[in-house]
């Protein structure tokens, strides 16, 4: 009969137990953090565990329940993912503090999934970090001034009259019935074709989906079971992140980035590109510096920084503009006195400015309501997260080193707390929004992170809802869904189901 020392030796054994019972300390003592800290939570445990993964493969449903969270434990909970620690916060005052007041200690918006995206992405505004983060910031946003914006504005122009072109002829073939998401997906991805990559893909004019450009758009939000399977390691065991930094693993399809990474290759060796183009691209590439003046430098991009922002682009601005499109022209669909009043200004806007100018856009004030009560319905996205970079302790709540807030914009926005009948869509609530506290809705963040394209993208939405209310009525058909929608998360916020719609070509006199 064998023995345990037959099979290792008895120092072995010593060891192992050892490793074993240091191993049993560190994570007890992880596990004691919250409860140190005074964090409402439930003790962690391999079935809470289990059921925490359970919950992470259906997210529409892991955001839909933070406000039962908040009902049952108040403004702060913490939990456990693996040994890292997650705290919500839905204190306003506490928040503001996390965002503005100390965002020296909460500089980051994560430390997970920053490196394992691929030698691109991972420099991307998202994923960097710190010093490096700072820098890329610097170098980008002068790019994003008001000047630029202005300057940009008839590549976002152009791409929209190639939209109402598009509704035109579904107005007249299609007995005007449609589905918006392929219509402004198309158009989103043409302003940033136009805007980031110097380019014109012609995306528009496209008759079928099938369009390469668009296809590797969409796939950039495609993560497969593989990735899904990987993401959760790399949440449960961030260090994990590291091996993948070596390998260059990517959680985003290759074929994708390899394609967007092709795009811009292509445009810094074209040595004819116009240099005199106010597109974002061409910005990007008069700061372009060395991998090793980086270390240093203070302003400037790499080539890897510039094919990693230029797709971070795509991310922030494809799917999550669109959709946001989708959802607001689905509200002035259903609500016909909301569209009434909007169109009515947008006219009384292009007589008094003669055209849809950049001023005329900017003073459309009914327009922003719609979009920013759309936004409060329908988050681009649902949760932000702020890194902890050591133990703070606000307005008596001591925060941990090294945990993750999370500030759940989905469930503020639908918080009885803040807002009479949640659900319902009303741009009047919008009319003020010095009465609205900016922690409480924040759809493009807040602080020293927050959105650096919010201004274009909020130009490119009212100028595309503009020019749609200018010579279209939207209608709902038989199977339009009532609201409000079921919505999903992949990448992006998106509809759960198809949300048809009905276009009908205005007459001059109306």
């Not at 434990?73 to 839905?90: A, E, P, Q, T």
């Not at 920013?372 to 970079?389: G, H, K």
Request: hydrophobic share 40%; glycine share 4%; proline share 4%.
């Amino acid at each position: 009969m064998y023995s345990p020392l037959d099979i290792l030796s008895l120092e072995t054994w010593i060891l192992l137990g050892t490793a074993f019972l240091v191993a049993r300390y560190y994570v007890n003592r992880q596990f004691q953090i919250l409860k140190k800290c005074n964090i409402p939570h439930e003790p962690m445990s391999i079935m809470k565990l289990a059921s925490l993964i359970k919950d992470r493969k259906k997210p529409d449903g892991y955001f839909t329940k933070t406000l039962e969270i908040k009902e049952k434990y108040g403004r702060i909970y913490g939990y456990y993912v693996g040994l890292n620690i997650r705290v919500m916060i839905y204190d306003p005052e506490i928040l503001k503090q996390i965002q503005i007041k100390e965002s020296g200690i909460f500089r980051d918006r994560r430390h997970t999934f920053t490196r394992c995206a691929g030698k691109e992405m991972n420099t991307s505004l998202t994923a960097a970090k710190g010093n490096h983060w700072k820098r890329i910031r610097t170098t980008i946003s002068p790019m994003f001034s008001i000047a630029k914006i202005k300057e940009m504005f008839v590549l976002v122009e152009n791409c929209t009259d190639k939209m109402v072109e598009t509704l035109n002829e579904i107005s007249t073939n299609d007995k005007g019935l449609f589905l918006p998401k392929d219509v402004l997906h198309k158009l989103s991805l043409d302003v940033i074709c136009s805007s980031a990559f110097n380019v014109d893909m012609h995306t528009q004019e496209s008759k079928t989906e099938e369009l390469q450009m668009l296809k590797m758009g969409r796939k950039l939000f495609d993560i497969q079971v593989v990735g899904s399977v990987l993401l959760g390691m790399f949440v449960l065991f961030p260090s994990l992140e590291r091996i993948a930094e070596l390998v260059n693993y990517s959680l985003f399809p290759a074929d994708s980035i390899k394609y967007f990474a092709g795009l811009v290759d292509a445009v810094i060796k074209n040595k004819d590109y116009d240099k005199s183009r106010a597109d974002l691209m061409t910005l990007m590439l008069k700061a372009k510096i060395s991998e090793k003046k980086a270390k240093t430098a203070e302003k400037g991009l790499t080539r890897n920084e510039i094919v990693g922002n230029s797709i971070q682009m795509i991310l922030a601005g494809f799917e999550t503009t669109g959709n946001t499109m989708l959802f607001v022209i689905y509200n002035l669909a259903i609500y016909k006195d909301a569209q009434k009043k909007a169109r009515q200004e947008v006219k009384e806007v292009v007589e008094k400015h003669e055209g849809l100018t950049y001023e005329a856009i900017m003073s459309l004030k009914y327009v922003t309501q719609c979009i920013n009560e759309t936004l409060r319905l329908y988050p681009a996205i649902v949760v932000n997260s702020r890194y902890c970079e050591k133990e703070v302790t606000i307005q008596g709540v001591t925060i941990p080193k090294d945990c993750h807030i999370e500030i759940h914009n989905y469930a503020f926005g639908r918080d009885e707390e803040y807002w009479e009948n949640p659900t319902l869509f009303n741009p009047d609530r919008m009319e003020d929004m010095s009465k609205i506290n900016p922690i409480v809705f924040q759809p493009f963040g807040a602080g020293p992170r927050n959105c650096i394209g919010m201004r274009f993208a909020m130009i490119e939405m009212k100028m595309a809802i503009s020019k749609i209310l200018l010579n279209f009525e939207l209608d709902t058909c038989p199977d339009t869904p009532k609201p409000p929608i079921d919505i999903t998360f992949k990448a992006s916020v998106q509809p759960k189901e198809k949300i048809p719609l009905k276009i009908r070509r205005l007459k001059s006199s109306e």
